[in-house]
Every structure is written in structure tokens, then in C-alpha cells.
């Protein structure tokens, strides 16, 4: 009998200690996973108390360890109140246990994670997988937010530990994310949620977002073609701002890196301010004008910008104050819209009905958000619930920019119907005023006829002018450049003429009767030097300058001179047997080279320089009545042409001794 009442009171201690340890067991666990899991696709939050603690060691990971003493928390509260007093820059631990029924054995499960920072993930003390990089391992800090479910296997029935090691040393940084929060679900239902989530995204935010961009060009080409009206260009400026909103925004829900994540936020909302800012300045311009009511917004807009860009300075002020002139826009275009429809401005009703959609669906997101609390979360496995927000949003979005674009398009569908009236009304001018319009033209077309035909005859004029103060080739030169560069010519022949006792003769003739001599034998002379291409230079006083051989090159310059001379000799001689009055002529004739070119700007001339034009002078001053006196190197190039009477050497000033030859007549 003693042994069987001992081991009746140990049978009782046991029993008593297995049902406390099953009590313990069940009141432990966070969630328990069944096959009514399963079945109906839950979805569970695992934001029941969960036990961290601040440090840093692997062996917390460890099933069997005792946490007892550990802390409680919340997953979304731990990081912004309990670890934010102590030390931010720490690593946390934290443990939950979840429960597998018999039932559920074995079974796969997705863990969803939403966070902003660096994770290591344990199931019953195993490494399953690392989140980002942590700072403390001697790596750049680098915090995700996870965008793919965690697929786990459960395991066998019983209690399982779920530990999380986190870091996170700038929580209120850089990120709006805080904390974490970690849901479990069936893989088979949350992976058709998510990626039925990801291609309606991806449909419909990108797809909305390259319509806009669409929008964007045709109105943008459209103010190219057109840039008088200014409207084209604002709308084509709100649509580029609505594209990059919306693409910034969705590339921020594909990327887990919170960096990159916080710079597509501030994009789409730097994004969002410059559509909103066109919109307005697009709805003055078409219904009011731009005034303090715009200057406000937009001084708004950059106080807001400067907030965005610098967080830590007006953290508090930029949500509220974004919000503010965002509905200070709408509002605004409202007023403008309601104000252009009541003054029966055209067009604006199209406007209205867009705005009127718009408003509809904001008002009721609003008192929805209020009803509700602020919760404006889609059950994920509900998706005539998501299709229906999706449409709605469309419907939100598009209700404003495309009445803009059919306004702008019925307006210029307006101003082409008035054009093709008023071209309707010109062609139906009466007969007589189309006639007096043709009269008025011909005599324009007369007029026009006449002064070309003046200009013509002025221009000839000028171009004969010119081309007897200058050779041919300066004068065009000239005309196609402006200016006439120097020119340094080897082989020429410079002739010099000079009248014996002008000056006596003009004092006992008299002026007058010497310079009309004077015209008759230098034009004779002109054509002369024209019959064998030379060029004159000028005239000074009685004496006559010419050369032969440019400003186009000749062969026979030498020859052309001295029988261009001998002419000159034969015509004094036989005008001395009609005029009694005419005067004797010294020639002097030198071969060599010049450099020839156009002197000054004003009343300019062209001249040549050298010392072969003095040794010509030279020549003409040692000549005699009548003769025709020629240098040495000019004999040396004629000698075969002409016959010649030998002077010898004959002292010269400023030359010394020369040898002269007098040209007598051709060979």
C-alpha cells in the first residue's frame, strides 16, 4: 500500500507539471497554424508581444533558450519608443514562438516583412536568411525593406522560435520606415496576391504614367508647331510632372533599398509640386490672370521644397504643408473653373465636368478615411476590392488632364473653324474688289519693275566708274571682298610721257586753251594704252603714267610699251602739222618689277611703287624732243623688234651713269 500511494502522488505531480508546461506551451505561442490556416488562406499580423533584448549575440538564437527575463514589445513600437530611449545604435534581438498543429505539419509558410533596416532571420535556432548589411560587422549600413515573402518550412507540430536580429542606426535619418512588422501566410495565396499586385501596378501606374508622358509630347510638339499660345506648352509641363510622379512612385514600391526608396520619394514629390504649380499656372492663364494668389503658391512651393530636401529641419511641417497646396491647387482650379462657366467663357464647362469627377472621388476618399478611421488598406486576397480602387483611381487621376486635353483640342478645333470661315469670307470678295486688289498689285509689280530697272542702270554706272579708276581684276576683287591686297609683279614695263614748256605755253596760251590740249592728248593716249593693253596708272600734270603687264602677266610687255610709245610720237608728230599750239613730248620707257596696289579709303586710287617707275622717270628726263628714250634692260628685250641708236652712258640723278637707247623705229 506505501508504494502504490507514492506512486499515486507522483503520478499527480506529473500530471500537474505536463498540464502547467501545456498551459505554458499554448499561452506562449504568438499564433498557431492549422489547417484552417490553410484552408481559408489566412492572413495574421505577428504583432503580439514579442520578447527582445538590446545587444548582440548568436546564442540568442538558440530554441531552448530562456528569454523569461527578457522585455515585451510590439514589432511597430519597440524601435520608436523602447530602444529609441536606450541606445539607437545597438543590435536588438527578438523571439516569438509559433505553434504547428498536427494537422499542419510540414507545411510551407510565407513570411511578409516590413521594414527599414538590417535583418538576420532564425527558425528554431537555424540561419535562414540576411536582410541588407549591418553596420556593426565592419560593413556600409545598408537597410531594406524586404518586397518578397520569406518561404519557410513549418516544420513538425509542436512550438517553433522565430528570432530576429536587428539593426537599425538611423531610424529617423533617412527613411519614413520604423520598425518592422511581420505577417505569415499561405505561399500559394499571398504569391498569386502579389504578383496579381505587382502586374496591376505595373499595368496600370506605369501604364498611366507613359499616357501622361504621351500627353506630354503631343502638347509639348503641338506649342513647337504653334508658339503663340502658351497652354500647349503649361499642359505638356503638368503631364511630364504627373509621369515622373507616378513612375517615381513606382519604381519606389519594387526597390527594397530605404536609401534609394527615400531619394524616389523625394522625385515623385518634388514630381508631384512641379505638376501642380503648371496646373495652376496653366488655369490663370486660361481663365484668369497670374496674380498674388499664384505668387503664394508658389512661394509655398519652394518653402515646401526646401523642407523636403532637408527632413530633419521641418519633419513635422512638410506632410501637413504638402497636403495644404495640394488642395490649395485643386481648390484654386475650382474657382477658376466655376468662375469661367458662370461668366459663360467657352470651353469651360468641358473643364468642369473633369473637375467635377475630380472633386467627387476626393470628397468621398476623404469622408471614407474619416469613417474608417484612416484606414484605407485592401484585404490582399480581395481582388474585386483592389480591381475597384484601381479603377477609381483612373477615373481619379485622368478625370482632370484629359478634359484639360479635349479642352485645348476643341479650342484648337475652334480657332481652325474660324480661320476656315474667315478664308470662306475672302474668297467670297466681290468681283470688283478682287478686281481693284489685282490693279493695286500689277501697279506695285510696275513700280517695283521701274526702280529694278534704275538700280540696274545706277549699278552699271557705278561698275564703269569703277572700272576706269581701277584695272578689271581690282575692281572685282574688290566688290567680292571689300578690300584689294598688294601685289608684287616681276617682269613689267613702265612708259612715262612728259610735255616740253607746258608751263611756258600755258602762260602765253592761257589756261583754259592748255587744258583742253591737254584732254584731247591724254584721251588719245587712253586708247592708245587700251589698243595695247596697257594700264594707266594716272596722270600728273602733263605728264602721263602707264605699265604694261599687269595686273595679268604678258610676255611682251617690253614690246607693247614702246609700240604704244611710238604711237604716241607719231601722233604729236602729225597733230603739231594741224595745230601750231601743240606741244613737244619726252617718253622714257624702263623694264623691271613693281609692287601695284590700291592707296587709302577714301578717293582711292590705284598706283605702283618701285624703283623701276623712278628709273622710267629717269628715261623720260634724259629724252629728247620727239624721241623715245629707253633703258638697257628694256633694249635687252626688244633688241630683235625694233632698231635702235645707242646713246652710251649717261650720268643720271640719283642713278649714276646709264646706258640709253633711243627707239627709232620697227625692225
Known amino acids: 500500500m506505501k508504494y502504490i500511494k507514492n506512486f499515486y502522488l507522483l503520478f499527480l505531480v506529473l500530471l500537474s507539471l505536463f498540464f502547467q508546461a501545456q498551459k505554458k506551451t499554448e499561452n506562449s505561442c504568438s499564433v498557431t497554424i492549422n489547417d484552417k490556416f490553410f484552408k481559408e488562406n489566412q492572413y495574421i499580423r505577428l504583432d503580439k508581444p514579442w520578447k527582445f533584448k538590446i545587444g548582440d549575440n548568436k546564442i540568442w538564437a538558440n530554441k531552448n533558450l530562456d528569454d523569461s527575463k527578457w522585455e515585451n514589445s510590439l514589432t511597430d513600437e519597440f524601435v520608436n519608443s523602447k530602444l529609441q530611449k536606450k541606445n539607437p545604435k545597438d543590435i536588438v534581438w527578438l523571439r ?68 530576429v536580429r536587428y539593426e537599425n542606426t538611423e531610424p529617423f535619418a533617412e527613411q519614413t520606415i520604423h520598425g518592422f512588422q511581420i505577417s505569415i501566410s499561405n505561399p500559394n495565396s499571398t504569391i498569386a496576391v502579389m504578383m496579381r499586385q505587382i502586374l496591376m501596378r505595373g499595368v496600370l501606374i506605369e501604364g498611366i504614367a507613359f499616357i501622361f508622358l504621351t500627353l506630354f509630347l503631343i502638347h509639348f510638339l503641338a506649342y513647337l508647331f504653334y508658339r503663340k499660345d502658351r497652354s500647349n506648352l503649361l499642359f505638356s509641363l503638368f503631364n511630364l510632372g504627373m509621369s515622373v510622379f507616378l513612375l517615381a512612385w513606382f519604381f519606389s514600391y519594387e526597390t527594397e533599398d530605404i536609401k534609394t526608396n527615400v531619394q524616389l520619394g523625394y522625385i515623385s514629390s518634388f514630381a508631384g509640386l512641379f505638376a501642380s504649380v ?114 477609381i483611381f483612373i477615373i481619379f487621376i485622368f478625370s482632370l488632364p484629359f478634359t484639360l486635353s479635349a479642352f485645348l ?205 623712278n628709273t622710267a622717270a629717269r628715261m623720260e628726263q634724259n629724252s629728247s624732243l620727239g624721241k623715245l628714250n629707253v633703258s638697257e634692260a628694256t633694249y635687252k628685250l626688244i633688241k630683235d623688234d625694233f632698231t635702235f641708236e645707242y646713246r652710251g652712258k649717261i650720268e643720271t640723278k640719283g642713278k649714276g651713269a646709264m646706258e640709253m637707247y633711243f627707239v627709232n623705229s620697227l625692225n
Open 409 to 613: 483640342a476643341w479650342r484648337s478645333a475652334n480657332d481652325n473653324k474660324n480661320l476656315n470661315l474667315q478664308i470662306e469670307q475672302v474668297k467670297n470678295l466681290s468681283y470688283e474688289k478682287q478686281q481693284i486688289l489685282q490693279n493695286q498689285n500689277d501697279l506695285l509689280e510696275n513700280l517695283v519693275n521701274e526702280r529694278t530697272q534704275e538700280l540696274q542702270k545706277e549699278k552699271q554706272k557705278t561698275e564703269d566708274l569703277l572700272l576706269n579708276i581701277l584695272p578689271h581684276e581690282v575692281a572685282e576683287e574688290l566688290k567680292e571682298k571689300g578690300s584689294s591686297e598688294a601685289k608684287y609683279y616681276d617682269e613689267v614695263t613702265v612708259i612715262f610721257t612728259d610735255f616740253v614748256n607746258f608751263t611756258q605755253s600755258s602762260e602765253r596760251l592761257g589756261a583754259e586753251k592748255m587744258l583742253s590740249e591737254l584732254n584731247e592728248c591724254f584721251t588719245e593716249f587712253d586708247r592708245i594704252m587700251e589698243k595695247y593693253n596697257l594700264e594707266k596708272i594716272k596722270t600728273i600734270g602733263d605728264a602721263y603714267l602707264a605699265v604694261s603687264g599687269l595686273p595679268v602677266s604678258n610676255e611682251e610687255h617690253a614690246k607693247n610699251a614702246v609700240n604704244a610709245g611710238l604711237e604716241i610720237l607719231s601722233y604729236i608728230q602729225q597733230r603739231k602739222k594741224d595745230n601750231s599750239n601743240t606741244l613737244d613730248i619726252r617718253i622714257g620707257i624702263h623694264s623691271g618689277s613693281v609692287i601695284a596696289g590700291i592707296v587709302g579709303v577714301k578717293k582711292f586710287a590705284y598706283d605702283i611703287w618701285g624703283d623701276t617707275v
Open 96 to 163: 516569438t514562438v509559433i505553434c504547428i498543429d498536427s494537422s499542419a505539419e510540414h507545411q510551407p509558410l510565407a513570411l511578409e516583412f516590413r521594414s527599414g533596416a538590417a535583418m538576420d532571420i532564425y527558425w528554431d535556432g537555424k540561419f535562414i536568411k540576411r536582410y541588407g548589411q549591418f553596420a556593426k560587422e565592419g560593413e556600409e549600413a545598408k537597410y531594406v525593406n524586404p518586397t518578397l515573402p520569406l518561404i519557410l518550412n513549418g516544420g513538425a507540430a509542436g512550438t517553433h522560435l522565430l528570432a
Open 278 to 391: 503648371f496646373l495652376s499656372v496653366m488655369l490663370n492663364s486660361l481663365f484668369g490672370k497670374i496674380g498674388l494668389r499664384f505668387k503664394i503658391l508658389a512661394a509655398l512651393s519652394v518653402i515646401l521644397c526646401f523642407l523636403i530636401t532637408f527632413p530633419s529641419i521641418g519633419q513635422d511641417f512638410a506632410k501637413p504643408l504638402y497636403i495644404f497646396v495640394i488642395t490649395s491647387v485643386c481648390l484654386e482650379a475650382l474657382y477658376l473653373v466655376i468662375r469661367a462657366i458662370i461668366k459663360k467663357i467657352p470651353g469651360s464647362i468641358i473643364i468642369g465636368v473633369g473637375l467635377l469627377f475630380f472633386f467627387i472621388i476626393l470628397i468621398g476618399t476623404i469622408l471614407y478615411l474619416i469613417y474608417s478611421g484612416g484606414n484605407l488598406e485592401v484585404n490582399p486576397g480581395n481582388s474585386f476590392s483592389e480591381m475597384s480602387i484601381f479603377i
